[in-house]
């Protein structure tokens, strides 16, 4: 995965967590597969452990000790309406910044074909000035 790559997901990985457990409560390693079964596969599990520490301590979600067959009893973290509208607000903020970043996309794009018309616009002016003279 790229720097560039790396340095977005930082911003986005809470909601992207979150977005999972409101799907359906999970414990550690299960949101680590289910992370990666959505394509990011290079995210470590140690990050979404990090990560887990930090949404339970802002109080997002509800944490629940489950009895393992192979060893400690595994904490299964569920969406509480804090993190319903942490959620929420996530992807207002996704939504807004997604129509600004596309409009400057649509925008470059635009602005490349007009600048490739003017330049045809151009090279005919050119042509027809040189069958005149």
Do not use: C
């Amino acid at each position: 995965m790229g720097k560039q790559m790396t340095e977005m997901l930082k911003g986005t990985l809470e909601g992207i967590v979150l977005a999972l457990l409101a799907e359906q409560p999970a414990y550690g390693y299960e949101i680590t597969n289910r992370v990666r079964d959505h394509g990011f596969t290079d995210i470590a599990e140690g990050t979404i452990y990090a990560l887990l520490v930090r949404v339970e301590q802002k109080k997002l979600v509800d944490v629940e000790k489950v009895p393992s067959e192979k060893g400690p009893p595994r904490k299964v973290y569920s969406l509480n309406p804090a993190g319903t509208q942490e959620l929420e607000e996530f992807w207002k903020t996704w939504s807004f910044l997604a129509q600004r970043i596309d409009s400057l996309r649509t925008d470059d794009t635009n602005s490349t074909n007009s600048t490739n018309s003017t330049n045809t616009d151009t090279d005919t002016d050119t042509d027809t000035n040189n069958k005149e003279n």
